[in-house]
């Protein structure tokens, strides 16, 4: 009798359970879909992902493009302050040069009076009014002189010093005992300089 009454029970508990009644071929289509949206979702990740390169390589690119017309740029500064510095240096130097050689023209137009002062006072002289004159005239002349050496002018020193083409111009050599060779033994014009810049060389002669 207990038998007969649980089996009675198992299958009043067979009965009352809910059959699966979802087909298999359901379940296999179900699947698939899943796959296929896996897969486009990891599609779309990788075409956002080349996106962000491409994106990220247009950016790099005009980085360079921009850090290139900088170092362009500061290459063309550096040049031009280059030019700018070389041009205020050459400036300085000119106006300085002005400055230090202004009586430069000066000094060129008057050596030939100061030539014709000391000819004319190698001048004897045969009465007092000529006496006179001589004298009127070599006063000027060391006035001028004096005025000229404030400037920075001076006279080339010539007779007993060894020649140098730098400051005398030999026109004439001899044969002198009195003097080493190669040394200036008259003077035949004199020669001046302003500050260090030669006016005009000595007129020598020099010894053999």
Request: glycine residues 2%; charged residues 35%; hydrophobic residues 35%.
């Amino acid at each position: 009798m207990e038998k007969e009454q649980k089996a009675a029970q198992e299958q009043a508990t067979y009965e009352q359970e809910p059959l699966n009644t979802e087909p298999q071929e359901e379940k296999v289509e179900q699947h698939e879909v899943n796959e296929h949206q896996e897969e486009n979702k990891i599609e779309e990740q990788e075409k956002a992902q080349e996106e962000q390169n491409d994106e990220l390589a247009a950016a790099n690119a005009k980085i360079a493009e921009l850090e290139a017309k900088i170092k362009e740029m500061e290459n063309r500064y550096l040049r031009l302050y280059a030019d700018f510095e070389n041009f205020r240096r050459r400036t300085k130097i000119e106006m300085e040069a002005v400055e230090k050689y202004r009586a430069q023209s000066l000094v060129s137009n008057l050596l030939p009076a100061l030539d014709n002062f000391e000819r004319a006072l190698k001048i004897e002289a045969d009465n007092e009014q000529a006496k006179s004159i001589l004298q009127g005239m070599e006063m000027v002349y060391r006035s001028i002189l004096d005025a000229l050496k404030k400037e920075g002018v001076e006279v080339i020193e010539a007779v007993g010093k060894p020649f140098d083409p730098n400051l005398h111009q030999a026109v004439m050599q001899a044969e002198d005992s009195n003097y080493e060779p190669n040394t200036v033994v008259e003077e035949f014009q004199k020669g001046y300089k302003l500050k260090d810049r030669i006016i005009r060389p000595a007129m020598v002669k020099v010894s053999q």
